[in-house]
C-alpha cells in the first residue's frame, strides 16, 4: 500500500460491510477506503499496485456480499465525491457519491424536467450508472450525455454515452472502469410540476414496495413479457423464508432481512424461487442484484 500521508480519506482495515448494504448483510472489506473527494480518490488509485482487486460500492442498494467478506480494497463513495453543479442551462455535473435522490431534488428545484424518476432510488449515481437505473418509464442513460471514467492505473478518462451498449438495467463496455462523475441533459421545465411529478412517484412507490424495510429492490429483472413479481406471487412464495430471509408479502420481487438473514440464507431463498419458478412456468429468472465476496 502506498504512504499514508500521500492521500487525505479514510483507510480502514477490515471493516465490517453489513452496515454498508441495504439488505444489512455481508462480511468484512479486506480494506475500504473513503476518499476526501474526486483529485484523492485519483491519487489513491494511482498510488496502489495495478493488480490490487478493487470494487466499487455506493449506498450498498443492490448488493448481496457474502458472509466471507471481501479481498482488496473496497472503495465507498458514500457521502464522499458529493460534488453537483449547474454547468449550462439544462446540464448538470454530478460525481458518483450523490444519492439520486439529491439529483431528482437538484434539478426539480432549477425548474429542470428529466430526473424526476431517480426520486425513490435509494442509490448513488455511480450504482445509477452502473445498473442503468430506472423506474416509471424513466432510465439513468437516458438523461446522460457523457462520463468521466477511472481505470486501475488512476488515469481517468472521459467518455461519450455512445461508448456503451446500454439496455434494461445492463450497460456493456465497462471493464475495469469506474465512474467518477457524469454530466446530464435534462429538459427545461417548471419546479412546482416537477416536485409534484416527485411526490406521486414516491408516492406510487410506497404504496406497491417495502420501502421502509431492508432489502435489495428488486432481487430478479423482469423477463421479457412478463414481471418476476407475478411469477413469484403465482408460486405461492409470498411469505415463503430461509432462515432471516423472507419474501416480501408486499411484493414478490422482494426479499427483506427479518432482521437476522445471512447471505446464504438470502442466496438459497433465491435459488429456491428460481427453482419454484423454472418449475411451474419455464422461466430462468435472472437476478438484478450484483453478488459479491467469498462465502464464510
Ligand atoms: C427499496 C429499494 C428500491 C429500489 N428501487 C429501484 C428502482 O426503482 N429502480 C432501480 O433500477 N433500482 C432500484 N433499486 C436498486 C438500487 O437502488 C439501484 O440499483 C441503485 O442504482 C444502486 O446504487 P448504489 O449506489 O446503491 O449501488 P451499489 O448497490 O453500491 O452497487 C451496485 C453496483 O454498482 C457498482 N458501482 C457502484 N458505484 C460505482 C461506480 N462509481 N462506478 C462503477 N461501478 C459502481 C457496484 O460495484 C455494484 O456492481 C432499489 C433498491 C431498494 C433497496
Ligand atoms: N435502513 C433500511 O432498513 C433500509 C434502507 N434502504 C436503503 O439502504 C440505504 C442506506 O439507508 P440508511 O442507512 O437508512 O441511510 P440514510 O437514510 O442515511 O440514506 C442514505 C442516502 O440514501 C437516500 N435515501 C434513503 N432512503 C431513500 C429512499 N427510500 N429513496 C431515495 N433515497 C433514499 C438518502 O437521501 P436523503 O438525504 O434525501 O434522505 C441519503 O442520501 C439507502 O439506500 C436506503 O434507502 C432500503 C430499504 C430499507
Ligand atoms: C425496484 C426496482 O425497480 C422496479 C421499479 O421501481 C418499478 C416502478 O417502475 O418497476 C419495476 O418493478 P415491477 O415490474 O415489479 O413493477 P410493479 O408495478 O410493482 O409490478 C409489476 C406487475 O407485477 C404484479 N405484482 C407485483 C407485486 C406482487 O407482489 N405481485 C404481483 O403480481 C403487479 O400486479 C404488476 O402487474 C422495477 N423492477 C424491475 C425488476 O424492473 C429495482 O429495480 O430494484
Known amino acids: 500500500m502506498m504512504a499514508e500521508a500521500a492521500y ?10 453489513a452496515k454498508y448494504t441495504s439488505w444489512r448483510v455481508g462480511g468484512p472489506a479486506q480494506r475500504m477506503y473513503l476518499p476526501e473527494d474526486k ?18 460500492i455506493g449506498l450498498g442498494s443492490n448488493l448481496l456480499v457474502r458472509d466471507g467478506g471481501i479481498r482488496g480494497t473496497v472503495i465507498n463513495t458514500r457521502g464522499r465525491l458529493k460534488d453537483m453543479r449547474l454547468i449550462d442551462s439544462a446540464r448538470v455535473y454530478v460525481e458518483a ?7 431528482a431534488r437538484f ?26 437505473a430506472g423506474a416509471f418509464g424513466g432510465e439513468t442513460w437516458g438523461i446522460v450525455d457523457r462520463v468521466e471514467m477511472i481505470n486501475p492505473r488512476g488515469e481517468v478518462v472521459a467518455r461519450g454515452k455512445q461508448e456503451f451498449d446500454v439496455a ?11 465512474f467518477l462523475s457524469a454530466e446530464l441533459q ?24 417495502p420501502t421502509n424495510k431492508p432489502t435489495c429492490g428488486s432481487v430478479f429483472k423482469n423477463p421479457p413479457g412478463d414481471f418476476a413479481a407475478r ?14 430471509a423472507v419474501v416480501s408479502e408486499k411484493h414478490a420481487n422482494f426479499i427483506e432481512n427479518r ?24 422461466i430462468a429468472l435472472q437476478t438484478e442484484v450484483c453478488r459479491m465476496g467469498d462465502k464464510a
Open 231 to 244: 411469477l413469484i406471487e403465482a408460486c405461492g412464495l409470498k411469505g415463503y423464508a430461509v432462515g432471516g
Open 8 to 17: 487525505r480519506g479514510t483507510l480502514l482495515n477490515n471493516e465490517p460491510l
Open 107 to 132: 434539478c426539480s428545484d432549477l425548474g429542470l424536467t428529466g430526473a424526476e424518476f431517480l426520486a425513490g432510488i435509494p442509490g448513488t449515481m455511480g450504482g445509477a450508472l452502473k445498473m442503468n
Open 168 to 178: 434494461y438495467r445492463s450497460v456493456k463496455g465497462l471493464e475495469n472502469e469506474w
Open 97 to 103: 457519491g450523490v444519492p439520486c435522490a439529491h439529483v
Open 186 to 209: 435534462l429538459q427545461k421545465g417548471n419546479s412546482e410540476t416537477s416536485q409534484q411529478h416527485i411526490k406521486a412517484l414516491l408516492e406510487k412507490r410506497n404504496a406497491s414496495q
Open 39 to 56: 483529485a484523492d480518490l485519483i491519487a489513491f488509485i494511482a498510488g496502489l499496485p495495478e493488480d490490487e482487486p478493487l470494487v466499487w
Open 259 to 282: 432482521g437476522n438473514a445471512t447471505a446464504v440464507d438470502i442466496e438459497a431463498l433465491i435459488e429456491h424461487i428460481q427453482t419454484r419458478v423454472h418449475n411451474q412456468f419455464g
